[in-house]
């Protein structure tokens, strides 16, 4: 019989776990492994193979290909990402699908269990987020699991799992609050994630010396861009196409032609390329075409008309950012809405961005670690750029914009996933009541029947 003291709806449940732990991110294993072995996800495999993904950039992207690409092959999938934009439900998919309220709150209803079943523990809304995911993946075993990790790696409470293989994406500053500026320190810590003896892949050719040493004194197969796999244009290609070369789990070298661009990263297409090999599945060519011309991921270089929406917060991705921008000359002018968090480095994502901006929109985020709009245009207007307007969310910001954009302008939405996730919501909103209001207006113009 349930607990009638625990919440019945999702909302409710995460209101609670909000509430719940004095801390919002509190690093480290012991609480988490515990409640972990009490709910057996620790005595056999959550799925036929885990990958597992670290890194400062490129992680949501890697899995998203993976995801695609493991679906394309037939396979059955368990996905964990986080955060999430628009709804929490984002966070876990399984088969393709995002988890519906009820599952969601039979994971937090076990590890609540679980959590008691003994000298109670106190877990972080991530925690509690990320053990019931993780059953709720258990209990469907399927063919591949897919996590990504949140913060760090090393003590991150996804590497409570074992995984078969480990992806390293990028490591930049990020997070410097919880894990330093120290890029060989960060390097180690992502590099948390490897296991002994198990294949591990690097998507970047210039990941810190650190992150080898630890692969290196685990005896961990190392398999890095540029070296064991690569991706190469293909010349003879009008369409942009691409090749990738790596290696299968005997080490064979494999080959696979006129791969069409996803529209995210191709270091990290090859990546999710190379990591499913080693997870043992065969890769099949249209297979792959298939899945990288469908993938699809909220918030990454996402256009919703003339707005271009991306998480990018940090310098690293920032830098991508302004290159896709540069690659895809407007007419018209290109103005960004940016709105960021205290712990951001926003001089650096500033000055990556502002080749290719023309004006800036600032906007305040809530909560205790949000950056106000004045702060950002301060910033901006010691750079020399053109602030526009200073707006106290990211909505009443977006909804200025709007009024000012001419046909050929173009918006990029960047700084946070907060910023992101709050326009997004209200340019899909603003989407479905105009077209609600266009659908009304014609059926009033329409003469009725008879008349």
Same mark, same amino acid.
């Given at each position: 019989?349930?607990?009638?003291? +625990? ?18 991110? #509190? +690093? ?5 492994? #515990? %409640? ?11 799925? *036929? ?39 929490? /439900?984002?966070?876990?998919? +399984? ?13 937090? @209803?076990?590890? @609540? ?23 709720? %993946? ?5 063919? $591949? ?15 409570? $799992? ?16 919880? !894990? ?8 180690? #810590? ?12 690097? &998507? ?9 040493? %630890? ?35 005997? *080490? ?13 990263? +191709? ?7 190379? =990591? ?37 917060? /940090?310098?690293?991705? =920032? ?48 909560? @205790?670690?949000?950056?106000?709009? #004045?702060? !950002? ?43 992101? &996730? ?30």
């Amino acid at each position: 019989m349930k607990d009638a003291a +625990l919440p019945t709806s999702l909302d409710a449940w995460l209101a609670r776990l909000e509430a719940a732990h004095p801390v919002g991110i #509190e +690093l480290g294993l012991e609480r988490v492994a #515990e %409640v972990a072995r009490r709910m057996g996800l620790t005595e056999r495999p959550i799925a *036929g193979r885990v990958i597992t993904v670290a890194g400062t950039n490129g992680k949501g992207s890697t899995v998203a290909m993976l995801e695609s690409l493991a679906r394309a092959h037939g396979l059955t999938t368990g996905v964990y990402t986080s955060p999430h934009l628009i709804r929490y /439900n984002e966070r876990l998919r +399984l088969d393709g699908t995002e988890a519906d309220d009820a599952t969601l709150i039979a994971g937090f @209803e076990a590890v @609540e269990a679980a959590r008691l079943a003994g000298e109670p523990v106190s877990l972080t809304y991530f925690e509690v987020g990320t053990l019931g995911a993780l059953w709720a %993946v258990a209990r469907r075993r399927p063919d $591949i699991a897919l996590l990504e990790v949140g913060l760090g790696g090393r003590l991150d409470a996804v590497n409570v $799992i074992d995984p078969d293989v480990a992806v390293v994406t990028t490591v930049a500053q990020d997070h410097a609050a919880f !894990l330093g500026n120290d890029l060989e320190i960060i390097g180690r #810590e992502k590099a948390g994630i490897l296991r002994a003896g198990r294949p591990t892949v690097f &998507g970047s050719s210039t990941l810190p010396a650190s992150v080898r040493r %630890v692969a290196e004194a685990l005896d961990a197969p190392v398999f890095a861009i540029g070296d064991a796999f690569e991706r190469r244009a293909m010349a003879d290609s009008a369409d942009a196409c691409w090749q990738w070369r790596g290696r299968d789990q005997a *080490g064979q070298a494999m080959s696979l032609d006129d791969l069409p661009d996803p529209g995210l990263p +191709l270091d990290n297409a090859a990546t999710a390329l190379q =990591a499913l090999a080693l997870a043992g599945v065969s890769l099949d060519v249209v297979a792959c075409r298939k899945a990288l011309a469908s993938v699809t991921l909220a918030g990454r270089m996402q256009w919703h008309g003339q707005w271009c929406l991306d998480v990018g917060h /940090n310098p690293h991705a =920032a830098s991508y950012l302004a290159g896709r921008l540069a690659a895809l000359p407007s007419k018209g002018r290109t103005v960004a809405l940016l709105g960021m968090l205290q712990d951001k480095d926003a001089d650096g994502v500033m000055q990556a961005l502002s080749p290719v901006i023309d004006a800036w929109v600032t906007v305040s985020l809530a909560g @205790e670690r949000a950056r106000s709009a #004045e702060d !950002l245009a301060e910033r901006l207007s010691r750079h020399g750029a053109a602030v526009w307007h200073m707006a106290s969310s990211a909505i009443s910001g977006a909804a200025w914009l709007a009024s000012h954009l001419a046909e050929d302008d173009r918006v990029l939405v960047c700084g946070s996933f907060f910023t992101v &996730g709050e326009v997004l919501e209200w340019l899909e909103t603003s989407t479905v009541a105009s077209r609600q209001e266009s659908a009304q207006t014609e059926g009033e113009d329409t003469p009725s029947e008879g008349t």
